[in-house]
């Protein structure tokens, strides 16, 4: 049977859209697939060190030949990239924070971008090692980044996460924004802000269920 794999980055919890919005597509996805298996990966709740030059070493330091020290180095790594490598399908929440990315999810990404465990070269040319995956990625962004507005050239969450995520091997990647989420504080209704946005994820999970019938 399938499996999920549910990551959340937003720190601000039952104000946040993202985890709102990933919550729905996870509940659709459960629906959807009632033998399948969700793996839940909060990163506000996961402390992710940033990578320094003794985990770099262990990285490039043959298995075979790790010191202890290196794999307790590596052992969050490891367990990361376990979940990564079980499941099937992805959902990330999103939020976007200073045209970027939450620098939780970028420690995250650090830590799962491992050459011969998630990439690799051969003739100078890089091979993502993480195939027939698929990713959903659901952002929420205050302001409107969209292709055709005036913003849209500070956007770098979607193009930075199918960048990197494509050089993994993801090339099967969906990417759903709520926009414009900055009116929810000057009295927007927060149902009626979400309801669209809500339809979206809840028929891409259904759209997913297609792969595994």
Do not use: C
């Not at 491992?114 to 990439?119: D, H, I, K, P």
Request: charged residues 15%; negative net charge; aromatic residues 10%.
């Amino acid at each position: 049977m399938p499996t999920l794999l549910h990551i959340d980055s937003s720190p601000l919890y039952g104000r946040s859209v993202s985890r709102e919005l990933t919550g729905a597509f996870v509940a659709q996805w459960k629906s959807s697939h009632p033998g399948g298996t969700v793996i839940d990966r909060d990163l506000n709740s996961t402390s992710i060190p940033p990578i320094n030059a003794d985990w770099v070493s262990a990285v490039y330091t043959p298995e075979e030949a790790r010191t202890p020290q290196q794999k307790e180095l590596l052992s969050l790594s490891d367990s990361l990239l376990a979940e990564l490598e079980q499941a099937d399908e992805y959902v990330f929440g999103v939020p976007m924070h200073n045209f970027g990315v939450p620098s939780v999810l970028k420690l995250w990404i650090d830590q799962i971008s491992r050459v011969g465990r998630t990439f690799s070269y051969a003739d100078g040319k890089p091979k993502g090692l993480i195939a027939g995956k698929r990713a959903t990625f659901i952002i929420a962004t205050g302001g409107m980044y969209d292709a055709q507005t005036q913003m849209a050239s500070f956007n770098f969450v979607e193009p930075y996460l199918r960048s990197v995520f494509g050089f993994l091997g993801v090339t099967d990647a969906t990417f759903l924004t709520a926009g414009g989420t900055m009116a929810l504080s000057h009295g927007k209704d927060r149902d009626a802000f979400l309801a669209p946005h809500l339809q979206a994820v809840q028929t891409q999970a259904q759209i997913l269920q297609g792969g595994h019938a």
